[in-house]
C-alpha cells in the first residue's frame, strides 16, 4: 500500500502557506503534508526515490499515533521525517565509507572488517602456482612424494619421517633430495 502516490505529486507552490485548518482525520493531514514532505525529503536526500521512501516510511509511522489529538500530528510528523531522513543519510554515508582507503574518516582507525586478503588476480595467480606444485608432486615416485611431504610440508624430522616410511635416515635424505631436484626441474619448465 502506497499512502505517497508520485504521480499526484505537483510542484509546491512557494507563495501558497500552508493550510491552517486543523485536519479532520489522519488520512487527511497526510493527505494536505505528503507534498511538501516529499519536497523536504527530496532537498535533503537528494534522491527522488530515497524521498519517496522516507515520507512513507514516516506516513506509516504516523499511523500508529492516529489516536493522539490533532494539533501534535504536525511536530510529531516532521520529527518523524527528520529522524527517518538523518537515518538514511547516514546509513548512506556508512554505505559509502568502505571505499575510503584504509582508514575511518573520523579516528583514523583502520575498517577491522576490509578485506585485507588477495586481489581476485592475486588469488587466481596463487591457486594456479597451487595446481602446477600439486601436479609436480603428483609425477613423483611414492617415495620421494612421501618424503618431501612428510619433510617439507608436515615439517617433521628425518627421524620420524623414516620411522613413518619404515625405511633409514639416509633413504628418507635421498628420496627427499631426488623429489627436490625433480620439482625443481619440472617448475623452472613452466616458467
Known amino acids: 500500500m502506497l499512502l505517497l502516490a508520485p504521480d499526484k505529486l505537483a510542484p509546491v507552490n512557494a507563495d501558497s502557506p500552508p493550510p491552517s485548518a486543523p485536519a479532520a482525520s489522519l488520512e487527511d493531514f497526510l493527505r494536505q503534508v ?16 530515497d524521498a519517496l521512501d522516507a515520507v512513507q516510511d514516516a506516513m506509516l509511522k504516523m499511523l500508529g499515533y492516529r489516536d493522539r489529538p490533532a494539533q501534535e500530528w ?11 531522513i538523518t537515518d538514511m ?9 568502505w571505499l575510503l582507503p584504509d582508514t575511518d574518516s573520523r ?28 601436479t ?3 609425477r613423483l615416485p611414492a617415495r620421494q612424494r612421501e618424503a618431501f611431504t612428510l ?5 617433521l624430522d628425518v627421524a620420524d619421517t623414516a620411522r613413518i616410511m619404515g625405511c633409514s635416515e639416509g ?6 633430495s631426488r623429489a627436490r631436484e625433480a620439482l625443481q626441474r619440472h617448475l623452472e619448465a613452466l616458467r
Open 34 to 49: 505528503e507534498a511538501r514532505a516529499f519536497r523536504f525529503a527530496e532537498i535533503s536526500l537528494r534522491q527522488r526515490e
Open 74 to 84: 504536525p511536530p510529531l510528523f516532521w520529527s518523524i521525517l527528520r529522524n527517518r
Open 89 to 97: 543519510q547516514r546509513r548512506a554515508l556508512f554505505r559509502l565509507r
Open 107 to 134: 579516528d583514523g582507525e583502520t575498517i577491522d572488517w576490509a578485506d585485507a586478503g588477495p586481489d581476485p588476480a592475486r588469488h587466481h595467480a596463487d591457486r594456479e602456482v597451487w595446481t602446477q606444485i600439486v
Open 136 to 138: 609436480a608432486l603428483r
Open 151 to 155: 619433510r617439507v610440508l608436515e615439517e
Open 171 to 176: 633413504s628418507v635424505k635421498t628420496h627427499l
